[in-house]
């Protein structure tokens, strides 16, 4: 019998963390996650002169798991994983939008099942 193990993680709005927070629940290298932000795929709430003194918002640690996986998975390169996340943050946003529409405007389901 097989068991699965699943790690949650309670994200708060408001909560913040720091760079190294991040590289250490993410599972990334460092050089990975400043490559990620140079990209502009993650944004730092809060720029410091000095990487080590940026501060970001929680929900980023989905964004760096994400990637992790994406790149394990698929074994991405820094470009590959790059577009993988930029593709999947479009995605995200035309649902989104597609969400907002279909409930101000009425019409099917936005999950597309009726």
């Known amino acids: 019998m ?8 309670w994200l708060n709005a408001t909560e913040i ?9 993410s599972g ?8 990620l932000i140079d990209a502009g795929v993650l944004e730092p709430s809060s ?11 929680a929900s980023c640690i989905v964004t760096l798991r994400t990637a992790r996986r994406l790149r394990d998975d698929f074994e991405l390169d820094a470009h590959g994983l790059t577009l993988a996340l930029r593709l999947l943050k479009r995605i995200e946003g035309l649902e989104a939008e597609l969400v907002s529409l279909h409930a101000q405007y009425g019409g099917p389901p936005a999950h597309g099942r009726g």
Do not use: K, M, N
Not at 17 to 25: A, G, K, P, Q
């Open 47 to 57: 720029r410091g002169p000095e990487p080590q003194q940026y501060l970001f918002e």
């Open 28 to 35: 990334l290298a460092r050089d990975d996650v400043l490559d």
């Open 17 to 25: 963390c720091s760079l190294d927070h991040l590289i250490e629940v």
């Open 2 to 9: 097989a068991t699965d193990i699943t790690e949650c993680i």
